[in-house]
Each structure stands twice: as C-alpha cells, then as structure tokens.
C-alpha cells in the first residue's frame, strides 16, 4: 500500500515518474486538432493502458490525461462543459492503472491564454482552474502537478485554485536559456514557490535531461530543502518530414541521471519524446544509484 504522497517525497529518495503523453497519444492515433482529454471518455482503455505501461516500466508514479484540462483550453474544442467529467474521468484511469501501490499525479497545464493582455479575469481564470482541480481530486489524484508554466501570475491563480483540494502541489516551470517564456529565472521562479507554500519544485519541458542539471542547482541553490522533480524531453527536437522529433534513445537519456540526482534532482521522469523505454532505462540508473549507496 502506497504511503501518503507527502510522507514519501519527505523520504529522500530518488524516485521515478512516468514519460510523455502527449506524444505518446499521437502514435496511438490522437488526430491533429482532436481534444487529447475527450479520449478519457471516447477512448478510455487507450488512456488507461498509457498509464499502465509506464508504471509496469519501472514508474513509481503516473500522471492523468489531463494536461490540457482547464476550462480555457477545453473551450477551443467546444468541451468546456465537460471541464469536470473530463478531469476526473482521467484521474480515475490513472488511478486504476496505478493500482494501490503507485502514486496518481493530476497534471494541470498553463490555461493558453495570457492574464497580463486581459485576455482573461483573474476571477475567470481561477474558476477555470478549479474546476479542473477539483475533478482531479475527485477521481483519485494523490498530488497535483501544475506543469509546464512559465507565467508567475497565471501559476499563482493556478496554485490557489489546487490549494483548495487540500493536495499536496508540484509546480514546475519550463525555461529555456537562464528564462521561462515570460521572463522568469529559475531562481524567482524558486522563490516565489517558497512564498506560495508549494511542496515540490521543479522543471519539464524545452530542454533534454543534459540541460536540466544546471536549472536544478539554481533551483537548489534558492530551495536547499524542498524536493525537486525533473520531466526533461527525450533530446531537443528535430525536424525530420515537416514533423519534430525527439532523438535521444533511452540509454543516451538514461545516462544523464547521476548527474540530474547529484544536482539535487528526488523526482525523475520524462516529457516530450520519452515513452516506456526511456523510463524503464532511468529506472535502471535509479536502482543502479540506490545499489551504490
């Protein structure tokens, strides 16, 4: 029986997350335009089975189909009225695919529209979030994961919305370069985590595992005691036909692991590119780790 999720960051022990699913929905025929979420209704077997490949891959811990989820994004597919059904439709999928000893992270992704331009109310965008949080919550998540952000106000709203669940919150940026897309360092970025009471910082996206050592150790440098997860991409992104694809293989991505873990990194998975090879390979390098110890 898995422990609280709380109780088993505080362990400090690396642990292993699970791989994209964006990428991995598309190569079980997720269509350009279609609503990746709707498929935890039309298509839930195929979204179960996604979660249930990476935890029999080595995952301590599966997300949900839900990274799109918010109210805002599901707009633009004309499912926002099913901002709720669809969120916890994903959570109870990787819930039972997770099984009684794995952990069920509810992703929650940036809303796609921008607070600063008065695209949206603050009061409209935390509306949006809570639905989709509370939908998580209700379908088993044991943690929540705002990911791929990269606006301090948008994450703000977004983390006060998660808060009301009562779940213990991950939120991670993206940055390219030193900067998020809109400007923020890893070490603001860690700060304001701080001041928010968010219980695992972090980094995904825009970088492969080589590149995400560095933002690690600023992160560290700014939070030396909170747990820090990483879901970096399987390389960076090349085009080959019209389409990006990520090269890294498993065993060139899995190689990078000790050096992630000794920048400061407890929590490791993957993002754009990686699928159940590429985590069954980090958790051969964990296990390697834990064996050196």
Not at 142 to 148: N, R, V
């Given at each position: 029986?898995?422990?609280?999720?709380?109780?088993?960051?505080?362990e400090k022990r690396v642990r292993v997350s699970d791989g994209a699913?964006?990428?991995?929905?598309?190569?079980?025929?997720?269509?350009?335009?279609e609503c990746p979420e709707a498929w935890n209704i039309s298509k839930p077997e195929a979204v179960a089975?996604?979660?249930?490949?990476?935890?029999?891959?080595?995952?301590d811990m599966v997300e949900t189909n839900t990274f799109g989820g918010s109210k805002h994004k599901l707009d633009l597919f004309g499912c926002g009225d099913k901002t709720y059904?669809?969120?916890?439709?994903?959570?109870?999928?990787?819930?039972?695919?997770?099984?009684?000893?794995?952990w069920v992270l509810g992703s929650v992704g940036p809303s796609g529209v921008i607070l600063m331009m008065g695209e949206v109310s603050e009061a409209e965008l935390y509306e949006g979030f809570l639905l989709q949080v509370r939908g998580l919550?209700?379908?088993g998540a044991?943690?929540?994961?705002?990911?791929?952000f990269s606006d301090l106000d948008e994450a703000e709203v977004a983390i006060r919305a998660a808060k009301t669940t009562g779940l213990p919150l991950i939120c991670t940026f993206t940055f390219e370069n030193g900067f998020s897309m809109m400007g923020v360092t890893p070490e603001a970025y860690a700060q304001k985590m701080l001041e928010l009471g968010v219980d695992v910082l972090g980094t995904n996206c825009g970088n492969g595992l080589s590149g995400m050592a560095g933002i690690?150790?600023?992160?560290?440098?700014?939070?030396?005691?909170?747990?820090?997860?990483?879901?970096?991409?399987a390389g960076m992104p090349v085009l080959q036909g019209g389409e990006a694809v990520y090269p890294e293989s498993p065993e060139a991505m899995a190689a990078f692991v000790p050096r992630i873990v000794r920048a400061g990194a407890c929590i490791v998975g993957g993002c754009c590119g990686t699928n159940p090879e590429h985590i069954r390979a980090i958790r051969e390098q964990v296990e390697k780790l834990t064996a050196d110890e």
């Open positions: 029986m898995r422990k609280p999720f709380i109780e088993m960051i505080s699913w964006g990428t991995f929905l598309q190569t079980e025929g997720l269509r350009s335009g089975a996604i979660a249930r490949r990476y935890v029999e891959a080595g995952s059904e669809l969120n916890k439709a994903g959570a109870e999928l990787s819930r039972r695919a997770a099984g009684k000893e794995h919550a209700d379908g044991d943690a929540l994961c705002l990911e791929t690690v150790e600023a992160i560290r440098q700014t939070a030396p005691d909170h747990p820090i997860l990483v879901h970096a991409n």
